[in-house]
């Protein structure tokens, strides 16, 4: 079984819904994180989280939002998602200051 | 200037041949460094760290040069299944805490 999952794998939704993408994993970690990527922009940090207690926004944090529900759980919310938040969203672990990322398999989100 | 700069390419190379990527850096006190390779429309995996005295896996050889804030990717004897995305990332401290900076990739094709 992958150490980190993701769900859904594939959405497609409209402009204004409200959408969350779910991540969990079982590695123990207790570093999360959210991304998106673009072609040619690379991986981009949305939000991550040190511990349950402990949520920072990344570089493009507006209009998401994140919970830490568990050690083991990390989702993303769209609160009214808009078309240029089309993109595949990563999450990922780490453990320690080395900060080796580990990556669950993605989600293609499009917003028509 | 960015954080992390890769060369886009792609670099279209037959088999069996040596390629090298180079990976530049902004932040002097960066600890860390990987290499990770993605897949077309596939999560980003953990290829190698980079130690500061360079290492070597197989086929592939990573090293850091702290004095010109590089480190490189070289793959001797290119396989056609070598042909993926190369992401280099950089751990360094930013607003107390540590965080992974990731190159936008370089692609490599492999050929027959």
């Known amino acids: 079984d992958a150490d980190v999952t993701q769900t859904p794998r594939n959405r497609i939704t409209k402009t204004g819904k409200r959408i969350m993408l779910e991540c969990s994993q079982t590695?123990?970690?207790?570093?999360m994180y959210w991304y998106r990527q673009d072609p040619g922009l690379g991986l981009r940090l949305i939000y991550y989280?040190?511990?349950?207690?402990?949520?920072n926004k990344g570089e493009i944090s507006d209009g998401y939002s994140v919970s830490r529900q568990a050690q083991a759980k990390f989702s993303l919310s769209l609160e009214s998602a808009i078309p240029n938040q089309t993109a595949l969203y990563f999450c990922?672990?780490?453990?320690?200051?080395?900060?080796?990322?580990?990556f669950g398999p993605g989600t293609r989100l499009t917003v028509l | 200037r960015k954080e992390v700069e890769q060369d886009p390419g792609p670099f279209n190379v037959p088999e069996g041949a040596t390629v090298a990527f180079n990976c530049t850096y902004s932040?002097?006190?960066?600890?860390?460094f990987f290499w990770y390779r993605q897949d077309c429309r596939k999560e980003p995996k953990l290829l190698m760290s980079?130690?500061?005295s360079g290492n070597e896996d197989g086929r592939f050889t990573a090293q850091l040069n702290r004095a010109s804030q590089y480190i490189s990717l070289l793959i001797r004897d290119s396989k056609l299944s070598d042909s993926a995305t190369y992401l280099c990332?950089?751990?360094?401290?930013?607003?107390?805490?540590?965080?992974?900076?990731f190159g936008a990739g370089t692609r490599l094709a492999v050929h027959p």
């Open positions: 990922a672990t780490s453990e320690g200051n080395y900060n080796e990322q580990f």
């Open positions: 590695k123990g970690h207790d570093r």
């Open positions: 989280s040190f511990d349950v207690k402990d949520i």
């Open positions: 932040n002097s006190a960066s600890q860390s």
């Open positions: 980079v130690y500061s």
């Open positions: 990332a950089v751990n360094g401290f930013s607003g107390g805490y540590n965080k992974l900076i």
